[in-house]
């Protein structure tokens, strides 16, 4: 159980164009996701929170104009990485909270989506 | 937000048992302990979590001292297949995760 996918795995784009991300929780129904970035030998690095129902909420730093979040479901975030940069390559990570066991929530990861903008 | 301290890196043999050791010395009353692993271009992956005394399930143990301050993510008989980024947070319901630098392991044969 406690599944989380992302779709693309992979996704190459010109510079100027939008990209789409979709994160699911296969198993479970998540109210919140969220989403993180990780560059090359580094750590994750939290860019938003995925509320159903309600805005998303950025961390300090992360242009919401620039990366759209929308949580339409209780299974689905996207994240739309719009008119990306070579600086917005990177590897884009989703995750959702699930209830857990004994009252401690958990967050369940999805395999990641590898962007690269030319 | 409690702020946890890895060690950067740790070798190890296969066969091996490891204990990798996480300092968090300002964790609050309702936090608890978790342990993800990530492979490279993966996303993290769950170990195990706590909040006191010992937690073990099919792949780790977790030892957790009275005071909370620390904890340890013990993998019994690592494998080649073990290297990888270990990261160890310090959470609370309804919170965000903060991700530290983690614990690079290194498996050799």
């Known amino acids: 159980g406690a599944v989380v996918s992302q779709h693309p795995s992979r996704v190459i784009c010109k510079s100027g164009t939008s990209v789409k991300i979709e994160c699911r929780s296969l198993?479970?129904?998540?109210?919140?996701m969220f989403w993180y970035r990780q560059f090359p030998k580094q750590s994750l690095m939290l860019m938003a929170t995925?509320?159903?129902?309600?805005?998303?909420?950025?961390e300090q730093g992360v242009e919401k104009d620039k990366f759209l979040i929308n949580h339409a479901s209780l299974t689905l975030s996207t994240l739309t990485v719009t008119s990306a940069h070579p600086e917005d390559s990177s590897f884009y990570i989703c995750?959702?909270?699930?209830?857990?066991?004994?009252?401690?929530?958990?967050?369940?990861f999805g395999p990641g989506t590898r962007l690269l903008v030319l | 937000l409690a702020k946890t301290t890895q060690p950067i890196s740790m070798d190890s043999y296969e066969g091996q048992e490891v204990n990798i050791t996480c300092s968090h010395n300002?964790?609050?009353?309702?936090?608890?302990i978790t342990w993800y692993q990530q492979f490279p271009s993966q996303g993290p992956r769950f170990i195990i979590q706590?909040?006191?005394t010992k937690v073990t399930n099919e792949v780790a143990s977790l030892f957790i001292p009275a005071d909370r301050k620390s904890s340890t993510l013990s993998l019994p008989r690592v494998s080649l297949s073990d290297t990888a980024v270990y990261y160890c947070?310090?959470?609370?319901?309804?919170?965000?995760?903060?991700f530290g630098s983690g614990t690079k392991l290194n498996v050799k044969p």
């Open positions: 995750s959702a909270r699930s209830p857990g066991t004994g009252g401690q929530e958990t967050q369940y």
């Open positions: 198993d479970f129904q998540a109210t919140t």
């Open positions: 995925s509320n159903e129902g309600s805005k998303a909420t950025y």
């Open positions: 300002n964790i609050a009353t309702n936090d608890y």
């Open positions: 706590g909040y006191k």
């Open positions: 947070l310090v959470v609370g319901n309804f919170n965000k995760f903060y």
